[in-house]
């Protein structure tokens, strides 16, 4: 524990606020930090125990301010899950002398024991970071529509629209929704400002409805409390050239004007000069607001305050925009230039793709519909009425009571793109088949109510994702309505929602790579977790197919695992196939309707030979088998990528094929311990007890230590597991009072000198979705990875854009700063090179000696070398890095030697 200064009564304060009797063994300085905060005994007592649980891993000679900041941090936390906050964010980093990005590196610091941040502080701190990132993308996109000549009417602009986002937006760290705002703001002020203080083309274009009308001018010289009067007086002309120059759909922003924005002005009742509201009232009532919710302060970016600012690596991407490319032709590509650009372009691409779709069935649909024995046309119309009701009211709740209108605008374009969808697989189904009566599949409401949350879910996404400035990946962080919030407001569960997804993707060849991908983690997020809640229909076909006969305990073969994961099957088959069949006991389907229907639809659901039904046998589910197929191969992704952070493959070799039996074995046979848990709890307890069997020194905060580094993680996952109903834990209580009694036996086993047979290892290839699983870990142990060439632009549908942004552009940088993009295409050529002689290999004599310490940007750590442990391919590639990075080396040497002749030269 670091040295402490000498107690001292603080400056100041009296004897009774620094209470020496009940504070007397803290330290003095802690004390009045705490009364700076103005925190509550129970926060100060709390901060206190969380400061002497971390304070041991402390090096020895930390400076006291260092540790005040600390402290500080340990006060955050326990008024956070006290539901004790005293003070605002800009308070508290203000009292610490910290920028955003500083209190967010030190809160990770402090979760030394990993469990000293609970999941309640990590959702505050994640909202707090999303937010900070989106209002400073947004503020840099209003300066750029400011003028340094106009500075009061700046601040006056953007306090009101701060004051309009927190009053009218419950989810603040909404990008688009923001920005929409924002626009009605600005459209508000150009109107009303001065022609001196317009730029153009806004000045000619607001000048002509002055003069047009005397409504709005007259305001300008009246000083009464702002009202916008009636719709009437709206006119679309500067917010149309706004929308047109921000790649904005302009109904969308009009509609939040006239529902949202200009109920707002008629309430906020603040008196005007000139037209303008009076800064001092303007600001007083956002001051309150602040307050009120303990936000930081969104005034301070008008001062470019340090407490707003991120590191400068971000913020040069967020004031920076990318050279515009050219392609092989000539022309001039222009991509998104900034996360708010970034996602207008990627909704107006998805909007032009569904323009030319409709609100309601096609002909081809309708033809398709009146083929089916019983026609779906009723059922499909109304369910899409009726759910648009229930999308609209949970949109409306979830993000506030003025927009249930954009919320109905983003389900008719999910309505199109299901439409859309729908027709294109009944015509793979048509071809496939060679049939035209798809009465069963049309009539099937979990198809219908599925297929219509997964297109609503893509264009949720589109305009729901926060394009996250500081993150790489391809898809960033969620808001409030992203997956699984469809699920709960169409009521799918989420086992019915899987058999949709791969289908609905190989219908829809606009979607982007990032939009397949973040479907293709909807569906790891339903194998990890969702279709495991209590309610889901999983448990139940499982305990079905045990009670069917002649059916193995495992509801996949492990013998299946060796083979690729290939298959034909689509949507239709998953829906139609039935879990039992029908003759026997306990079967039941709330959309079942009689079995000749399905004859003369779908042969592949129910062309069986004549013959009776007592000698039909019992069939294997479908969807069943294929959902074991994909989780296995899930599983043993999960678990090989974290046994490789730990380096186990290179210490133990056969012991990723001994937990990965274990793991396997539980998924298969204990499958009720996944019930409210999730895929990854299993995972580590099963690492956990084959390192104790077999006397592996591996404790559980080495392995979650490793698990946090996995990508697609959350630490709700180890600190927060089922242990029995409305009782909760770590991971280690799970592991004591349920996984160990569970499988005491099995995992004793592997302790025997006949251990159980290992599992075959699954092979996981590639994604089945259709593109390489990326990025892939070079071997070995190292924590390098190699990612396909990524193409800036995608011809065929979508932009994909984080491939559009300054930091993805650059891929990788080796011992030298960031270079041009041919560089970097050098690198990868020689990483994908095929000319890898076997002499070359082995002979390493001629060779630099690899560096002891490479440096990668990606995390920004030094990884050792560990050449020792890789595959005579592996360290070729090791070798030319380095060989590549000692040429340049010197070469620099050199260019320093030649411009020092007076120097005389080093000998080798």
């Known amino acids: 524990m670091p040295p402490k200064p000498p107690r001292r009564a603080a400056a100041g304060a009296s004897e009774e606020s620094v209470s020496p009797g009940r504070h007397d063994y803290k330290d003095a300085d802690f004390v009045l930090l705490c009364q700076n905060l103005k925190v509550g005994e129970n926060v100060n007592e709390r901060a206190w125990k969380i400061w002497e649980s ?88 209003f300066k750029r529509a400011s003028s340094e000549t106009t500075k009061p009417v700046v601040k006056i602009c953007w306090i009101t629209f701060l004051l309009a986002t927190g009053k009218l937006l419950q989810m603040e760290d909404d990008l688009v929704l923001s920005f929409q705002l924002l626009l009605c703001v600005l459209e508000h002020f150009i109107k009303i400002s001065p022609s001196a203080f317009i730029k153009e083309p806004y000045r000619t274009t607001a000048n002509s409805i002055i003069s047009s009308g005397p409504s709005r001018s007259s305001r300008r010289s009246q000083n009464r409390i702002i009202q916008t009067g009636n719709s009437t007086e709206v006119d679309p002309r500067v917010m149309e050239i706004l929308c047109q120059e921000n790649e904005c759909n302009v109904e969308e922003v009009k509609n939040i004007y006239l529902k949202s924005f200009l109920p707002f002005l008629d309430n906020l009742k603040i008196p005007s000069t000139n037209g303008f509201p009076e800064i001092e009232s303007l600001s007083r009532q956002y001051e309150e607001l602040y307050h009120k919710n303990k936000d930081f302060d969104g005034r301070l970016f008008l001062e470019h305050d340090k407490t707003l600012q991120i590191d400068p690596e971000e913020r040069y991407e967020l004031e920076n925009t990318p050279r515009k490319p050219h392609t092989e032709d000539g022309h001039t590509v222009i991509p998104p230039q900034t996360p708010v650009r970034t996602a207008m372009n990627t909704i107006q691409q998805l909007q032009m793709i569904l323009n030319t779709a409709d609100d309601k069935p096609s002909s081809t649909l309708e033809a398709y519909f009146n083929n089916c024995t019983v026609n779906p046309t009723n059922g499909i119309t109304n369910r899409v009425e009726y759910l648009g009701q229930k999308f609209q009211e949970n949109f409306a709740q979830a993000v506030g009571e003025g927009w249930a209108e954009i919320g109905s605008q983003r389900y008719k374009l999910g309505v199109r793109l299901y439409y859309r969808v729908m027709e294109s697989m009944l015509k793979s189904e048509e071809e496939r088949l060679s049939v035209h009566n798809f009465s069963k599949l049309l009539n099937d409401a979990t198809f219908h109510g599925s297929l219509l949350a997964c297109a609503v879910e893509v264009v949720m996404t589109t305009y729901g994702t926060t394009w996250n400035i500081t993150l790489t990946s391809d898809i960033q962080t ?195 311990l996944m019930k409210d848990r999730h895929l990854d709890q299993i995972m580590m307890c099963s690492m956990y007890a084959i390192c104790k069997v077999k ?93 396909p060439l990524k193409s800036p632009y995608k011809t065929d549908g979508l932009l994909s854009p984080t491939k559009l942004t300054p930091r993805t552009r650059i891929l990788v940088s080796i011992g030298e700063p960031f270079g041009s993009p041919e560089r970097f295409q050098k690198i990868n050529q020689l990483v994908s090179s095929s000319d890898r002689h076997p002499k070359r290999a082995g002979d390493t004599g001629s060779l630099p000696k690899p560096l002891k310490r490479l440096r990668f940007d990606m995390d920004g750590q030094d990884e050792a070398d560990g050449s020792k442990h890789l595959s005579g391919e592996s360290k070729l590639l090791q070798q030319k890095i380095a060989e590549m990075t000692s040429t340049r080396s010197k070469m620099q040497e050199q260019k320093l030697k030649d411009g020092n002749g007076g120097l005389k030269r080093e000998e080798n």
């Open 478 to 672: 969620e808001t409030d309505l992203s997956f699984p919030w469809i699920l709960r407001v169409f009521d799918i569960k989420a086992y019915e929602f899987y058999k949709v997804i791969e289908s609905f993707i190989k219908a829809e060849p606009t979607l982007s790579r990032e939009m397949i991908k973040h479907m293709e983690r909807c569906e790891h997020r339903i194998m990890e977790c969702i279709a495991w809640q209590m309610d889901s229909p999983l448990f139940d076909i499982l305990k079905q197919q045990k009670e069917q006969e002649d059916q193995p305990d495992q509801p996949e073969p492990t013998s299946t695992l060796k083979q690729p994961l290939q298959h034909n099957h689509t949507a239709a088959d998953l829906y139609l196939h039935p879990e039992r069949s029908p003759q026997q006991k306990g079967f039941s389907t709330a959309h079942a309707v009689p079995m000749q229907q399905a004859k003369v639809e779908t042969p592949s659901a129910g062309q069986s030979q004549p013959q009776s039904q007592s000698q039909q046998k019992p069939q294997k589910s479908t969807s069943l088998s294929l959902f074991y197929k994909k989780l296995y191969r899930l599983a043993y992704l999960r678990l090989n990528t974290l046994c490789n952070h730990l380096h186990l493959p290179s210490d133990h070799p056969q012991l990723e094929a001994i937990i990965w039996t274990l793991f396997q074995h539980t998924l298969g046979n204990e499958y009720e």
């Open 54 to 141: 971390v304070s041991e891993v402390f090096n020895d000679g930390v400076v006291l301010d260092a540790i005040r900041k600390y402290w500080g941090i340990c006060i955050f936390i326990a008024a956070v899950d006290l539901n004790a906050v005293s003070f605002t964010q800009t308070e508290l980093q203000k009292t610490l002398d910290l920028n955003m990005t500083e209190f967010l590196q030190l809160l990770k610091k402090m979760d030394v024991n990993l469990d000293t941040v609970s999941t309640k502080v990590n959702s505050v701190v994640l909202k707090l970071e999303k937010k900070c990132l989106v209002f400073t993308a947004l503020f840099e996109k």
């Open 695 to 787: 006397n592996i020194d591996l404790r559980f905060k080495a392995i979650v230590t490793a698990y946090k580094d996995l990508p697609n993680t959350s630490q709700e996952t180890f600190k927060h597991v089922l242990i029995k109903e409305g009782q909760y834990d770590s991971i280690i209580g799970f592991y004591n009072l349920v996984f160990m009694q569970r499988l005491k036996t099995n995992i004793l086993q592997y302790a025997s000198t006949r251990p159980p047979t290992l599992s075959p290892i699954p092979q996981v290839p590639r994604s089945s979705f259709g593109f390489p699983s990326s990025p892939l870990r070079v071997p070995g142990g190292n924590n390098i990875y190699v990612s």
